[in-house]
């Protein structure tokens, strides 16, 4: 269950690092927000809720992603974003876990100003924060215990945090066949991911079986523990809703479905 975060939010875009390379074609690289916002497939009040399955328990845990707020932030305007993630209770009886991830995704570049995750595994709690200047290539990390530590990064172009990139991803117009790059950083790391789009496959999902395009992330950085055999379908229409993702981990295999969608 520690994996549900990597699985959810790191692999899913978690790291579904898939910032817009339609931008990188038309030369955005200024840090000046331009004029029009960028096209979504979301909005305010989307909720998408997940079964989290692991190895032996069919339902392990549950995890919500909610657009809650657009609103002014950091000279520009910006999506607010909140992903929860939780054991059963059954197995809360075995793992006390709870994990809260937000990003703060500008409206005009669909780059993130500021992504956090803070975690609760037993007694330890721990808050991590990555805080972007994205003109400057550079963001600062923190991880907050009972002492803070920080760090510098040097980010390439276009860097993602874990939960930003899923809508990134959901906001690019790709068709199968397609091979992209993008970095995402995620625990004062800085990967590169290789998205492969496949064909579209029918998935069961609790709202339906619903067609997805089958995205295949290959993971290459720093750390040799990144999740394996990962897997992630998004709907194949106007909607883009992440229906399934799948990912093999040290502590077993992980795969989240889509339960319930509202406000869409």
């Known amino acids: 269950m520690k994996g549900v975060v990597?699985?959810?939010i790191l692999a899913a875009?978690?790291?579904l690092a898939v910032q817009s390379h339609r931008a990188a074609e038309s030369k955005e690289t200024s840090a000046t927000a331009p004029a029009k916002e960028k096209a979504v497939p979301f909005k305010l009040g989307e909720t998408l809720d997940y079964d989290i399955g692991w190895s032996s328990f069919v339902t392990a845990g549950t995890a919500e992603i909610?657009?809650?707020e657009k609103k002014p932030s950091y000279g520009s305007t910006a999506y607010y974003i909140v992903a929860e993630g939780r054991p059963t209770p059954m197995v809360a009886k075995l793992y006390t876990l709870y994990y809260k991830a937000d990003t703060l995704l500008d409206a005009f570049s669909l780059l993130p100003q500021r992504g956090s995750l803070y975690s609760e595994e037993g007694k330890r709690h721990r808050m991590k924060t990555t805080m972007f200047d994205q003109g400057a290539k550079k963001a600062?990390?923190?991880i907050e215990t009972r002492t803070v530590a920080k760090k510098d990064l040097a980010i390439p172009a276009?860097?993602?945090d874990a939960l930003s990139a899923i809508y990134v991803l959901r906001s690019i117009p790709f068709k199968p066949g397609e091979k992209f790059?993008?970095?995402v950083t995620d625990n004062g790391q800085v990967y590169k991911v290789l998205m492969q789009v496949g064909a579209v496959e029918p998935v069961k999902t609790g709202i339906g079986t619903i067609n997805g395009l089958k995205i295949t992330p290959v993971i290459s950085g720093p750390d040799k523990d990144s999740p394996k055999g990962l897997a992630l379908w998004v709907s194949d229409d106007a909607r883009r809703l992440p229906l399934r993702m799948e990912a093999q981990l040290l502590v077993g295999k992980f795969v989240v479905t889509l339960s319930k969608a509202t406000g869409l």
């Open 140 to 142: 600062t990390y923190q």
């Open 181 to 183: 790059n993008m970095p």
């Open 13 to 15: 875009g978690l790291p």
């Open 6 to 8: 990597s699985v959810l």
């Open 66 to 68: 909610v657009v809650k």
């Open 158 to 160: 276009f860097t993602q």
